[in-house]
């Protein structure tokens, strides 16, 4: 059956779309294969899900090699809910960026975009589905090669030094990921994940072990864009094309984290080294940082695009916040805010890009008056603030009410305080955006009165109205993250 082959078609089918695609070499031809191809993805990433929330665990041999000794891709539900995250942000931006690439990148160029979208989603996919250290290593620099391109396919030329910047920090976070790798080799002879934590609890608390932790920790907090590791993130987000700072927004930090969980819990958790090293405690005092300092700077930003991008360090504290917590309640915190997220902060990009196209440009100067000029647009954008916050009725609300809650649980009444702090900053950077909307006229070159092409607006609509759509009934989400967490937390368990 075609069903049993989807692990492998998952990256396959985006991975083998990419070079069609370059040889096409023709604009609507390439957004059509690369349309198909995250169609498809999205089809098997929900399949998987599925599959992995009734049945559990799914593995899957390349070729006829005998698992540990050949490569395994091995989902499980954490692994297909942040897979289906990724499919479901690709499907979102394709029929977007038709248009919306038509400003920000030059014409020639427009096929290779679609292909190096290609291949950042199959990288991205890849990491989530492999069970082998290496090749997530592997897929890794492939999603990240891709978007250092794509971010460069900006046309200000800051693109080229933001893409520089993140090509500089990316690369240190994975030559330092790859040496936690190779130390993990060293003590247990296998890069199988699921065969490495096994071999860690007899190897026990060895300096090897110890550094690998620290090496890999820092590699993807590098990624992840974790403060104050988080530098190449605001430039990369501000001057990439519109369409590819909100997948990167939605997706890239997000596998990252998942990375770092599925490190934290399946692979050290098991061994005595993840609390005899305080490393929830570590990444408790980092998560606290992130909520309040990039915060506070997003308060003094005058470019839309980066106040975005700092909010978006902001709030990956939230969710690392839940997995310093180390409990079932923090990680289902942590995993409804991983989703919540990706939904708001996709969205605001999305509808910013819609603006930047009929305002030309991002910031505060081109959005005065935009209340008035681009009402639905001004709407969907405080909508999307309000999630931000956590508003009641919004996806932020859910999640910050889950961390809050996971909090009392542990009896860290401080943190619900900190929680409660961090997010009355949200209020002040939205309310610049307010501000700005609808109490400035707007500037004298602005525009005629109109909102973004619908090819561009509806898709950043359906993300907007599913921000308030998962803060009302959050059934499905919150079980889902529920599932998430058990499988983390039964992953650590299971092998001590």
């Not at 289906?84 to 030059?106: C, D």
């Not at 998942?258 to 005899?276: C, H, K, N, S, W």
Request: with cysteine; hydrophobic share 55%; aromatic share 10%.
């Amino acid at each position: 059956m075609l069903t049993q082959h989807f692990p492998a078609l998952l990256v396959v089918v985006p991975l083998v779309a990419a070079p069609i695609i370059v040889l096409a070499r023709h604009a609507l031809a390439s957004w059509l294969i690369a349309l198909l191809a995250t169609a498809a993805t999205f089809g098997i990433s929900a399949f998987l899900l599925d599959q992995t929330l009734s049945d559990g665990v799914i593995s899957y041999a390349m070729g006829s090699w005998e698992i540990p000794l050949g490569i395994e891709y091995r989902i499980d539900a954490a692994g297909a809910f942040v897979a289906l995250i990724v499919a479901g942000m690709g499907l979102i931006v394709m029929p977007y960026s038709r248009v919306g690439i038509a400003a920000e990148v030059r014409s020639e160029e427009h096929y290779l975009y679609y292909a190096l979208m290609m291949l950042c989603l199959a990288g991205l996919l890849g990491i989530l589905v492999t069970g082998d250290a290496f090749n997530l290593f592997v897929f890794l620099e492939v999603s990240s090669l891709a978007t250092y391109v794509l971010i460069a396919m900006g046309r200000d030329r800051r693109a080229l030094v933001a893409a520089y910047q993140y090509l500089l920090m990316g690369t240190i976070g994975a030559t330092l990921y790859v040496l936690g790798v190779g130390l993990l080799y060293l003590e247990t002879g296998t890069l199988n994940l699921a065969d490495m934590a096994a071999r860690l609890v007899a190897v026990g608390d060895s300096r090897g072990v110890l550094a690998a932790l620290a090496f890999i920790t820092v590699g993807i907090s590098l990624k992840i864009a974790l403060f104050p590791l988080h530098l190449w993130l605001p430039n990369a987000y501000a001057y990439a094309p519109s369409p590819v700072s909100a997948f990167l927004a939605a997706t890239a930090t997000k596998v990252s984290i998942y990375v770092l969980m599925r490190y934290f819990f399946t692979i050290f958790g098991p061994t005595e080294v993840f609390d005899a090293r305080a490393t929830g405690a570590i990444l408790l005092g980092l998560s606290l940082a992130a909520m309040f300092v990039p915060a506070i700077v997003a308060i003094f930003q005058h470019d839309m695009k980066r106040l975005l991008a700092y909010s978006s360090i902001s709030q990956i504290g939230y969710i690392t916040l839940g997995i310093s917590m180390d409990s079932v309640e923090g990680l289902m915190a942590s995993a409804m805010h991983l989703f919540n997220h990706a939904l708001t902060k996709g969205g605001l990009f999305l509808v910013l890009g819609g603006v930047v196209l009929r305002c030309r440009g991002a910031g505060f100067d081109r959005l005065a008056g935009l209340g008035h000029t681009m009402p639905m647009a001004s709407f969907a954008m405080v909508v999307g603030g309000l999630s931000l916050i956590g508003v009641p009725g919004t996806a932020g609300f859910i999640s910050k009410w889950y961390l809050v809650s996971a909090a009392m649980h542990e009896g860290q009444w401080w943190l619900v305080g900190a929680v409660l702090a961090s997010s009355l900053l949200a209020v002040i950077y939205v309310w610049r955006f307010v501000e700005v909307a609808y109490f400035r006229a707007p500037p004298a070159d602005h525009p005629a009165p109109g909102e973004a092409p619908l090819s561009m607006f509806l898709p950043a609509l359906a993300m907007i109205v599913a921000c308030v759509y998962f803060g009302i009934d959050a059934t499905w989400s919150s079980d889902v993250a529920m599932r998430v967490a058990e499988v983390l937390m039964s992953s650590r368990s299971a092998v001590q």
